[in-house]
């Protein structure tokens, strides 16, 4: 046990153990100085410095550090699959074990001489897990004394463990933060990480081969009935040729499906990183529907996406295989003049095809959009459109999607029918003369004939990949807001390693210096040359007329926007160094009530979604203290499930100034510095309202409210 905590890595060190696991890992991170974790993370109590600390680092690296609970029943499933891993292990989780290869019996991890080294799982497990199970361990061995299992005997050892991991399997034993490249990393470090580069080679490898394969059989047959040798030792090696094809066809069939697998997981991570981290200006511009039909038509990319990227890739083997065989023919400047002929008409009609599929898409997307707005709005045209308007214009987009669709499937079938039948016919009657005048050998006419077939199945593969391609290339098309936005996610994310303590009382939060704000598309800044300073202590109240730009003010001061002129520095530093998640975890903000949610899930989720999930007992504990200090006792007593009750669209409703309670808590809850309420008060009765604001008076280090005189 204790050569295993040796080989683990202090936490002062923790920046240059994840490099050496990502780079041992081929990871390729970007190689930056990551420091340690400042004493302020190092002595957080509720360890959750720590932890940011790591996935800030993680994310300089240009990496993803997915921190996983672990359980005492999960323990082996995590060492088996989760390398390259970072374990916490040790007294309170100060030593970090770097997981380079998992297994069942073995594994290895990298040790601080930076050489990895094999260690076995049993002994890690029981590092692990020992804390937790030692003080149970007595009456788990008391309960299996009183079976008669002799004492000191390896059955009776096993018994007690089984015991234990049978009863306590559910407890927690601890973190470990699984290391990836960030799906918003560039696609080639991706696709190598993921090892798609090489299994894609591989692929195209074993096609190869069978193309190979089966053209020696069929020249090899060929040769034998032309010459008139039928003798048996010829006719098994071509059975042999044709039967290796199978061990190359089940390798094809393994290999592509780990790579639709993997690639799928890919994509998904990355569209939905990416649909996570749009800007909240173009989801509000572009309307749910429209973004409902984006995702809606993801599911096209990775299915058309990927299957097409690996049919098109058969169909250029296969094409290329028939060029060489066409070439022995009788007309061999024909024959290839022909295929390069049709291989170009083939082109045109797959942009035709394509022009039409986007054409359908955008009608299609429209009269999603058109519906889910009616859908949103149904509760208001219930009570306030007449009937007979409703489905105005539902009719009309119907029949213009309609339409488009009677193009696209007529042009999909002339792609389908005419592109490998029309070479077939062409092919073969280039052969005629070479027929009908019996100038040329036999075996080059065959040989011919096996080319022309080749080239048709090429084509119909080819029109396969090609309608896929185009599905997905339109698919791409809709989803690149999303694919973009990922690429930009983790900007900054790095900023999470800056853990400092909390700023003194009197000393500056935020201080801005002729900061300016003019939104996109309009013409008049919204702001104008604001000076401002937030200091530690201060309780703020930001009064002004409807639409003078408090909100804005106050997205800028949370970070949840960027001034276009002037500077905004929190505790020193700006947003750039800071990033959103950075500049988050010192400000919080409560938007107005018509941009704040609460989400179907369990009320505490909606409380502590700011802190993590799943909650500590001491976090639930605070979680409810606030509630009650905000008057929500009440609340809390009437539902069934008290803090884990449903809320939410689907759960308990809640009321108006209910939910304003439960944005002020969830802001409070973050433990920031500053504080941002965007007309939180507003909806609660004058007592309700002394009483939350005595508790964000009481709790917020300093507080911005913004309200109406
Ligand atoms: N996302 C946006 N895009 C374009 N213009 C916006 C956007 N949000 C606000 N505005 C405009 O900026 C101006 C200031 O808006 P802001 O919401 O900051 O004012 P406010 O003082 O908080 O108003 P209220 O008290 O009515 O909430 C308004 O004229 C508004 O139309």
Excluded at 88 to 98: A, C, D, N, Q, T
Excluded at 102 to 118: I, N, Y
Excluded at 393 to 418: F, G, M, Y
Excluded at 534 to 550: H, T
Aim: aromatic fraction near 4%; proline fraction near 6%.
């Amino acid at each position: 046990m204790l050569d295993l905590l040796a080989l683990g890595w202090p936490l002062e060190r923790a920046g240059e153990a994840l490099t050496a696991l990502a780079v041992q890992a081929g990871l390729q991170p970007s190689l930056r100085e990551l420091g340690a974790p400042g004493p302020a993370a190092l002595a957080d109590p509720d360890d959750a410095a720590i932890e940011r600390w790591l996935a800030g680092a993680a994310a300089g690296l240009g990496l993803e550090a997915e921190a996983v609970d672990t359980d005492i029943a999960g323990i082996d499933d995590l060492l088996r699959a989760a390398a390259p891993a970072v374990l916490r292990v040790g007294p309170g989780g100060r030593s970090l074990l770097l997981l380079l290869r998992g297994g069942r019996r073995d594994l290895v991890v990298v040790a601080p001489d930076l050489r990895p080294r094999r260690v076995a799982a049993a002994d890690v497990r029981r590092l692990v897990c020992e804390p937790v199970l030692a003080p149970l361990r007595g009456r788990a061995e008391a309960l299996v004394d009183r079976t008669g299992l002799k004492n000191g005997g390896a059955r009776r050892e096993r018994a007690v463990e089984l015991l234990l991991r049978e009863r306590l399997g559910v407890l927690r034993v601890g973190r470990a933060f699984v290391l990836r490249p960030s799906p918003a990393a560039p696609l080639l470090r991706l696709l190598r990480a993921e090892g798609l580069v090489r299994r894609t080679a591989a692929l195209a490898g074993l096609h190869a081969a069978e193309l190979a394969l089966t053209i020696a059989a069929w020249a090899l047959i060929g040769d034998l009935v032309f010459a008139g040798r039928t003798d048996a030792g010829w006719s098994q090696a071509w059975l042999l040729l044709l039967l290796t094809v199978v061990p190359c066809r089940m390798g094809q069939a393994a290999v592509a499906g780990d790579i639709l697998q993997r690639a799928g997981a890919l994509l998904k991570r990355r569209l939905l990183v990416g649909a996570l981290a749009l800007p909240g200006d173009l989801t509000r511009r572009e309307g749910a529907g429209l973004l409902l039909g984006r995702v809606l038509e993801t599911a096209a990319v990775e299915s058309l996406g990927l299957r097409g990227g690996l049919v098109s890739l058969v169909a250029a083997l296969e094409f290329a295989a028939a060029v060489p065989i066409l070439a022995l023919g009788p007309a061999p400047g024909l024959h290839l003049a022909l295929l390069a002929g049709w291989a170009a008409l083939g082109v045109v009609l797959v942009r035709r095809t394509g022009r039409h599929l986007a054409a359908w898409t955008d009608t299609r997307a429209e009269l999603t959009h058109h519906l889910v707005e009616a859908m949103v709005g149904h509760r208001t045209r219930l009570a306030q459109e007449p009937p007979e308007r409703w489905h105005d214009d539902d009719d009309a987009r119907l029949v213009r999607v309609l339409a488009d669709e009677a193009r696209l499937n007529r042009s999909e079938s002339l792609l389908v029918a005419l592109l490998p039948r029309g070479w077939l016919v062409l092919g073969l009657a280039a052969l005629l003369p070479a027929f009908v005048g019996s100038t040329a050998p036999a075996a080059t006419v065959a040989a011919a004939i096996g080319g022309v077939l080749l080239a048709q199945r090429g084509l119909s593969t080819f029109v396969v990949g090609a309608t896929a391609l185009l599905g997905c290339g339109v698919a791409v098309r809709q989803a690149l807001p999303m694919l973009r936005a990922a690429e930009s996610a983790d900007a900054g994310a790095h900023g999470l390693m800056l853990a400092f303590p909390p700023v003194p009382e009197g000393q500056p939060i935020v201080v801005a210096r002729g900061l300016g704000f003019r939104y996109p598309g309009r013409e008049r800044p919204v702001l104008r040359d604001v000076d401002l300073a937030i200091a530690a202590g201060d309780r703020l109240l930001l009064e002004g007329g409807s639409g003078g730009g408090k909100s804005t003010l106050g997205a800028l001061v949370a970070g949840l926007r960027e001034p276009t002129s002037g500077l905004v520095l929190l505790a020193g530093l700006d947003r750039p160094t800071l990033g959103l998640v950075g500049w988050r975890r010192r400000v919080a903000a409560a938007p107005q009530f018509h941009e704040n949610h609460v989400v179907t899930a369990p009320l505490a989720f909606n409380l502590l979604m700011g802190r993590g999930w799943p909650p500590t007992r001491a976090q639930l504990a605070e979680a409810e203290a606030v509630c009650r200090e905000l008057g929500l006792g009440d609340l809390l007593e009437r539902m069934p499930s008290g803090l884990q009750q449903m809320v939410g669209e689907t759960g308990w409703q809640l009321s108006h100034g209910e939910r304003s309670r439960l944005f002020i808590a969830r802001a409070l809850l973050q433990g920031v510095d500053l504080v941002v309420l965007d007309e939180s008060f507003a909806a609660l009765d004058p007592a309700t309202l002394q009483q939350a604001l005595r508790c964000v008076l009481n709790r917020a280090r300093a507080v911005l409210v913004i309200a109406h005189p």
